[in-house]
């Protein structure tokens, strides 16, 4: 009889587990830049995206980019102009394609901070879905701003989803430290449960 309570203890507490971590099918949406980037100089793939990557290859997610109709430009100073004004004005830029995420229990979403905050692409794609029931998992890249506001952006733009604690990389640590980030990520992953 001990046995059998232990064994149903056991099975129990491995079933609260689970239930904290975000399970079921995942993808990570992300919004990144390529071109001139601060502190990186001009690049090809943007830092983001290589975080992104990082992602989907350990929790086994897909992988969606988040692109505006209108390119932004490619220089840096060109691109924060720009960031600032939408920023300011509320813009929400037109996507280029969208993505059904219907079918995702969990999405990763990643994305540089501009001006402290998620750039408004990264909106538009918010509010072109339901996100009830969804775990939110935030990722960004950075130059000394960390997450910036968008942990609390995140959680009053969708207040039926559950907003989990996001990871900050630096721009220059993803392109040029990939081990590091390698690593940060990594570490975060298994924090969540993946």
Not at 21 to 44: C, D, H, M
Not at 48 to 67: P, Y
Not at 104 to 130: K, R
Request: aromatic share 8%; with cysteine; proline share 4%.
């Amino acid at each position: 009889m001990k046995k059998c309570i232990l064994a149903l203890s056991v099975l129990a507490l491995a079933a609260g587990c689970a239930l904290a971590a975000p399970r079921g099918k995942a993808l990570v949406a992300v919004f990144s830049k390529t071109g001139e980037q601060y502190n990186v100089g001009v690049i090809q793939e943007g830092n983001t995206m290589i975080v992104a990557k990082m992602i989907a290859a350990a929790a086994g997610a897909d992988l969606f980019e988040i692109r505006t109709v209108n390119a932004y430009p490619e220089g840096y100073d060109e691109t924060t102009d720009v960031a600032k004004k939408e920023l300011r004005a509320g813009v929400r830029p037109e996507l280029a394609e969208d993505k059904d995420i219907g079918a995702y229990d969990t999405v990763f979403l990643g994305y540089p901070i501009w001006w402290g905050e998620m750039p408004m692409a990264v909106f538009t794609f918010l509010e072109s879905h339901d996100w009830k029931g969804k775990t939110v998992i935030p990722f960004a890249t950075h130059e000394g701003s960390g997450m910036g506001r968008t942990q609390e952006s995140l959680q009053k733009a969708l207040p039926d989803a559950t907003v989990l604690g996001g990871l900050a990389v630096r721009g220059a640590v993803a392109q040029n430290e990939r081990t590091q980030a390698q690593q940060a990520v990594t570490e975060w992953l298994a924090k969540l449960g993946f």
